[in-house]
């Protein structure tokens, strides 16, 4: 049985839906940390990082001590 690993692009979008990342740079991190390699190249282009952009800032939910301090 094998499992299927989301590619690099597919797995930005994920993280920008899921409410943890804030930024591109974020996505780009946290991509990083999971292991995906190439990310520059895979994320590269003015619409995708708007579209990237745009779904970060209508999910994002700041932490319970971040919201807390602000």
Same mark, same amino acid.
């Given at each position: 049985?094998?499992?299927?690993?989301?590619?690099?692009?597919?797995?930005? =979008?994920?993280?920008?839906?899921?409410?943890?990342?804030?930024?591109?740079?974020?996505?780009?991190?946290?991509?990083?940390?999971?292991? =995906?390699?190439?990310?520059?190249?895979?994320? =590269?282009?003015?619409?995708?990082?708007?579209?990237?952009?745009?779904?970060?800032?209508?999910? =994002?939910?700041?932490?319970?001590?971040?919201?807390?301090?602000?």
């Amino acid at each position: 049985m094998t499992s299927h690993r989301p590619t690099t692009l597919e797995r930005a =979008y994920q993280l920008a839906r899921e409410g943890r990342c804030r930024t591109v740079s974020d996505i780009k991190q946290a991509l990083s940390f999971e292991g =995906y390699d190439r990310i520059q190249d895979s994320l =590269y282009g003015p619409t995708l990082g708007a579209d990237l952009r745009r779904l970060c800032r209508e999910n =994002y939910v700041a932490p319970a001590d971040e919201a807390a301090a602000g």
